[in-house]
């Protein structure tokens, strides 16, 4: 493939890859934790709507949002994470 090792970088270019990771693994640990309240949140309304929903038969639906709504947070903060560019 390249026959060329890889350029080396210079002292600046170093420390703004650096920095450009460290906000990439913040902007991703921030999304893990607010996923993570999302999920356990729509849990627990998720259970709510449940007991309150007698003799409806979709019901178990219910279940499919907290997953849902995990999936979209996660999905934008990766997308946020993504566009950090070193």
């Known amino acids: 493939m390249a026959d060329k090792p890889p350029p080396q970088l210079s002292r600046e270019q170093l420390e703004r890859f650096v920095v450009a990771v460290e906000k990439r693994r913040r902007v991703l640990l921030t999304g893990y934790l607010v996923a993570l309240v999302v999920m356990i949140g729509a849990i627990v309304g998720a259970f709510a709507a ?13 279940f499919f949002v907290p997953f849902a709504l995990t999936g979209g947070v996660l999905w934008y903060f990766g997308r946020r994470a993504r566009q950090i560019r070193p």
């Open 50 to 62: 449940y007991v309150s929903l007698h003799g409806n038969r979709f019901r178990t639906l219910v």
